[in-house]
């Protein structure tokens, strides 16, 4: 004789789409801003995209503008001041990838390791600051510590000492931007890294000191293990990001290096395009860039689950 099979337990009731629309009502209405800033400012704009094929008259509008295909690629490809812009934002983007993305998980690192709260508190407060300054004021701050006038050379002069050419020196542009990049955002970035820290089970770290485990053993396989999603994460975003390094920044510091050192493809689309009245020549340029961009953030997150990370989000 068959014995009936035991019931399974009844999950919880799944509730419907009104009743939940009920419960978070309040916490929808708190993202209606952040979502008519999105759709106004990320989305509507992509409807410009279709100057790139046409030669845009802001006269006529874009519905009686020339339709011109990609004679716009045609002839940004062939522009050799292209491709110096697009060489500059490469070379810029590796340089800042090498020396600024390490520098807020060693910062992280540190931070976490500072017993007293206070004084942590303290230096979260000291180095997130700069990220509320504008760029211009933070290049006339390097300027009043670097420049030909500025701090150091003053003291140079004062010992007799040759003064070094630092804000205006197209040699040594890539090292002066990654640092005023690193001394403006660096404290800024340590938040998603803190907060990964955070969540990081501090049993591990009372069982490995149990077992002998110094400083630096905790943080090789504790500490960077529990971190490495995050940094993956970050570096993907990075990627996606290469091609833009800046524009203000680099704007700002055109004139007193020359072209030559500071074209990137944000000032190359502003210069050559927006200021020539030359706008679907600049879309051209910023279309080029969101595309390579799009790919490389694709084949970043490939290749971060490739390496069995997460990525921007689960397989």
Known sequence: MSTAAPKRPAGPARLG???????DKSLLLMTVPAVVLLLVFNYVPLFGIVTAFQEYDPLVGVWHSEWVGFDQFQQLFGD???????????????????????????????LNSVVSERIRNFFQSVVYLPHFFSWVL???IFQQMLGGAGVLNQF??????????????PHTFALLVTSQAVWKEAGWGIIVFLAALSAINSELYEAAAADGAGRLRRMWHITLPGLRGVIVLMLVLRLGNALSVGFEQFLIQRDAVGHEAADVLDTFSFYYGISTGGYSYGAAAGLFKSVVSLLLIWGANRLAHAFGEDGLYRR
């Open 17 to 23: 789409w009104r009743i939940r629309l009920r419960r």
């Open 80 to 110: 050799p001041a292209f491709w110096a812009a697009l060489k500059n934002t490469l070379y810029l983007s590796f340089v800042q990838l090498i020396l600024f993305f390490p520098v807020p998980i060693a910062l992280a690192l540190l």
């Open 138 to 140: 933070a290049i006339t």
């Open 156 to 169: 140079l002069r004062q010992h007799d000492i040759g003064t070094w050419d630092i804000m205006t020196n």
